[in-house]
């Protein structure tokens, strides 16, 4: 297990890195450099203490996998819509108490892992 609370700005330039794994380490927040990563297909932030999820529009357009689970997401912010090829959504174990209409947007989407959050029923927002 790392102990990592944040990236530096510095990985904005690595425009070809198409893997993130930041799996279990200490992030509270969502890393703002990985927004530039105009190639990246898959990142893994499962095991950490990340809360919302930032405006997504015209970032990410590659990505394929999203695995934010295990975290502390209450909401998710405005933006799935903006991943035209996300095909995996992990969520599972955060404190969600609802999914967002615009999930539906997700064209692409084949996998989407919602277990152990605070759905009452599965219903839009």
Not at 19 to 28: G, K, T, V, W
Not at 42 to 60: A, C, F, Y
Not at 87 to 99: A, D
Not at 101 to 119: D, H, I, P, Q
């Amino acid at each position: 297990k790392n102990k990592i609370e944040s990236l530096p700005r510095e990985l904005a330039f690595a425009k070809n890195l198409t893997i993130l794994d930041l799996r279990a380490n200490r992030l509270s927040e969502f890393p703002m450099s990985i927004l530039q990563l105009t190639s990246l297909q898959d990142l893994l932030l499962t095991h950490n203490s990340i809360r919302e999820l930032p405006k997504l529009e015209g970032k990410l357009t590659e990505l394929s996998t999203l695995d934010i689970g295990n975290n502390s997401l209450e909401k998710l912010g405005d933006g799935l819509r903006y991943l035209p090829k996300l095909q995996n959504l992990s969520l599972e174990n955060n404190s969600l108490r609802k999914l967002p209409l615009e999930l539906a947007a997700c064209k692409n989407l084949k996998s989407l892992k919602v277990t152990g959050n605070l759905f009452r029923r599965l219903r839009g927002a």
